[in-house]
């Protein structure tokens, strides 16, 4: 699977949004970007996924650049719950030895003040 | 639907005893992964089942891992002679009720919380 970068860590206060990078310059055609979150002491959880066009949901929006090669979650409004490692990663087509598994990298920990 | 359940939630095990981890995925999702997850580090795919087919392993799973999923429906993971750089946690996911492969790039993954294994 293609690589993704991310920052190691980023601060953000509550009620205020935050925006969560990643790039990912070596993206293919099929792979699709999901973006999983994973708080304390608990599995990792879905948090949204895209293909080329921008994608709101309850939890967040997902920004991808035109020529895809990054993205960015943004959380519009961050609550301490939202304190967590995200993850931002490649998805690439089932196929050869693909079957969609997740690749995770080290993530980014996401800190929320009060 | 109560989501992905696993067992037990803590394992603690002396170096070189065999330890069993279950997981119950999402009802009727048919594809189930098994990850371990060290300390600080993201979670690292061990091994893919679609239905009751081991489909892909991972170089991580070695010859003492081994998971099994009968039925297509719960599944199991075995560590036969534990050692101490085992101690992770185990995190079992599962997958859509699609059975064309051509979504599961596509499909949203449901967690577990985990086994966490201490090897002491």
């Known amino acids: 699977d293609a690589k993704t970068t991310q920052p190691n860590s980023m601060e953000s206060n509550e009620e205020e949004p935050v925006h969560l990078p990643c790039n990912h310059s070596t993206i293919s055609g099929t792979d699709y970007i999901h973006w999983y979150r994973q708080l304390p002491s608990q599995g990792p959880e879905y948090v949204i996924h895209?293909?080329?066009s921008n994608v709101n949901n309850r939890m967040a929006s997902l920004a991808i650049a035109e020529d895809r090669k990054s993205s960015t979650l943004i959380l519009h409004r961050a609550t301490l719950r939202d304190a967590a490692v995200y993850y931002c990663?490649?998805?690439?087509?089932?196929?050869?030895?693909?079957?969609?598994?997740?690749?995770f990298g080290q993530g980014t920990i996401l800190t929320v003040h009060p | 639907d109560t989501g992905v359940s696993q067992n037990p939630r803590h394992k603690i095990t002396k170096r070189g005893q065999n330890v069993t981890f279950r997981c119950d995925p999402i009802?009727?999702?048919?594809?189930l992964y098994w990850y371990r997850q060290t300390l600080g580090q993201g979670p690292e795919f061990l091994t893919y089942?679609?239905?009751?087919?081991?489909?892909?392993k991972s170089r991580l799973l070695s010859d003492r891992f081994s998971a099994e999923r009968p039925k297509g429906s719960f599944s199991t993971l075995e560590i036969q002679r534990t050692e101490q750089g085992d101690s992770a946690m185990y995190l079992c996911a599962s997958s859509t009720r699609d059975r064309g492969l051509e979504t599961a790039h596509k499909a949203e993954a449901f967690f577990g919380q985990g086994t966490r294994l201490t090897v002491v």
């Open positions: 089942f679609q239905n009751e087919a081991q489909l892909e």
């Open positions: 895209g293909l080329t």
């Open positions: 990663i490649l998805r690439a087509r089932a196929g050869g030895t693909s079957y969609g598994k997740l690749t």
């Open positions: 009802s009727e999702h048919n594809r």
